[in-house]
């Protein structure tokens, strides 16, 4: 039973656990966290697509279910970073739960 809890409480430490009320705050600003980043660009580039003359945009529909959001880099400089993001749709399903993670 002891080995049981102490898998179980190393889970949920280091995967993490949400709690509370989803927000439209806590979606901005766990977006607002990715700006000035490279990780959306280098992780996903299947879904780029050109936004305008200086700009790209990596589009994510359903996450959350009913959002559609998109995170805009530039395109002339290298490395790509992210440098804003939009609400494309569903902006009243833009909401998630605070979440809490331990990371090393």
């Known amino acids: 039973m002891r080995n049981i809890?102490?898998?179980l409480l190393t889970l949920i430490v280091f995967t993490g656990c949400r709690y509370?009320?989803?927000t439209y705050e806590t979606f901005e600003y766990?977006?607002?966290w990715n700006i000035g980043k490279?990780?959306?660009?280098n992780l996903n580039p299947n879904i780029r697509e050109i936004y305008s003359e200086d700009k790209?945009?990596?589009i994510?529909?359903?996450s959350p279910k009913g959002c559609v959001y998109g995170y805009l880099t530039n395109r002339d400089d290298k490395p790509e970073k992210v440098i804003g993001w939009i609400i494309i749709?569903?902006?009243e399903?833009?909401?998630?739960q605070k979440n809490f993670t331990f990371q090393i």
Not at 93 to 96: G, Y
């Open 5 to 7: 809890i102490l898998i």
């Open 20 to 22: 509370g009320e989803p």
């Open 30 to 32: 766990n977006n607002n």
């Open 38 to 41: 490279t990780h959306i660009p």
């Open 56 to 58: 790209y945009i990596y």
């Open 60 to 62: 994510f529909r359903n």
């Open 89 to 91: 749709s569903g902006k």
């Open 93 to 96: 399903f833009c909401k998630e």
